[in-house]
């Protein structure tokens, strides 16, 4: 075997096409993980706050008095302020990976029945169109 022989087989790479040299696709497996995790804590705070929202909610209507009316509704504007501004709002609002992978199937599922029923409706027009 000549040295060049050996140095190309040496030399040889058998990773994947376009993925980077260092690049450990764990790493990036593991940051999504993590990103799916922060998104899911938020939607549980979320809902833990809207379920405070509706108990305050419900105190304004339990309430006879005025002056507990009154402390009920103040109680239950400072639970709206937390749950409209609380910054989890937005991060509950993001989409996991698994749901865009599953938004992306659905949405090929059915761009390929959409086009399976234009090409009917063409093959139709075509024929009516020969009569």
Do not use: C
Not at 97 to 102: C, L, N, P, T
Not at 105 to 110: D, N, Q, R, S, V
């Amino acid at each position: 075997m000549t040295i060049e022989a050996e140095a190309e087989a040496f030399l040889a790479h058998y990773g994947k096409k376009g993925m980077k040299w260092g690049q450990r696709r764990a790493l990036k497996r593991q940051e999504r993980a993590d990103e799916d995790n922060e998104i899911h804590n938020a939607r549980v705070r979320q809902a833990v706050r809207a379920g405070n929202l509706n108990n305050k909610a419900a105190a304004t209507y339990m309430t006879t008095t005025k002056k507990g009316q009154a402390a009920a509704q103040e109680a239950y504007a400072r639970a709206e302020k937390k749950y409209l501004n609380h910054p989890d709002g937005d991060t509950a609002a993001k989409l996991t990976h698994g749901e865009k992978v599953a938004n992306r199937i659905t949405m090929t599922a059915t761009l390929a029945s959409l086009g399976i029923m234009v090409g009917a409706v063409a093959a139709i027009a075509v024929a009516d169109s020969r009569h």
